[in-house]
């Protein structure tokens, strides 16, 4: 039976990716997008709707598929705000969540990242704390929490001191072994590949998926 997915953060870097993953697999029959902004030349089988994901509540009737993939987040530097920074990498992925329980969608993926504790003095940190645990709480039958570390892709707005750090990461990549091995980089595509594989082998025993487990389910599939 063909599938129906939804994807909030198809204009970033790894919601992208992930579009193009769907697009391609032949099992999935409709994608849904949820953003801001139109996306040029898509496939008949992708539907866009184009509002505010603050009010994401809107869209609740078409809010409806076989899986969510919340790919959604924002940046210090984007969204220097603290109360809108938390309204975007908190509220909207938690929304996403009560959505899709109450519209009974039975696998919901989340990317979160690598410091998430909801009891963390570091307000980022804090805040992705507080989304997985929004989103745990509304008890869907396959969630799956994705923990990247640094993530390296193309992206297509440039980040002078991301990339600076990239660049620095990617050299200390030899050193990172042992205990250390979760802090190397995270592709971008690797996570496109291992939220794709987790929602199609909903049998994972694993509901936080750690840096480390993201690059070995995507290279093992």
Not at 68 to 78: Q, S
Not at 79 to 90: A, E, S
Not at 138 to 146: G, S
Request: charged letters at 25%.
């Amino acid at each position: 039976m063909k599938k129906t997915a939804i994807i909030l953060g198809a204009t970033g870097l790894t919601g992208s990716i992930l579009l193009q993953k769907l697009i391609a697999d032949s099992s999935y029959e409709r994608i849904k997008l949820f953003s801001r902004s139109k996306i040029a030349s898509l496939p008949e089988k992708v539907s866009q709707y184009i509002g505010d994901l603050l009010d994401l509540e809107q869209f609740i009737d078409d809010f409806t598929a076989d899986e969510v993939y919340c790919c959604i987040g924002t940046t210090k530097k984007k969204t220097p705000n603290k109360t809108l920074y938390k309204q975007i990498d908190y509220g909207i992925p938690v929304t996403a969540a009560k959505m899709s329980k109450e519209n009974n969608t039975p696998t919901f993926l989340v990317i979160s990242a690598m410091g998430a504790n909801k009891n963390s003095s570091v307000f980022y940190n804090k805040v992705k704390g507080e989304m997985e645990e929004g989103i745990l709480n509304q008890n869907i039958k396959n969630t799956y929490v994705l923990r990247p570390s640094l993530i390296s892709g193309p992206r297509k707005e440039k980040r002078l001191l991301e990339d600076i750090g990239l660049v620095v990461f990617k050299f200390l990549q030899p050193l990172f072994i042992g205990k250390l091995k979760k802090y190397k980089i995270t592709e971008a595509e690797n996570i496109a590949q291992a939220m794709l594989h987790l929602a199609n082998n909903t049998n994972q025993d694993e509901v936080i998926i750690t840096s480390t487990k993201i690059t070995e389910i995507a290279n093992n599939n």
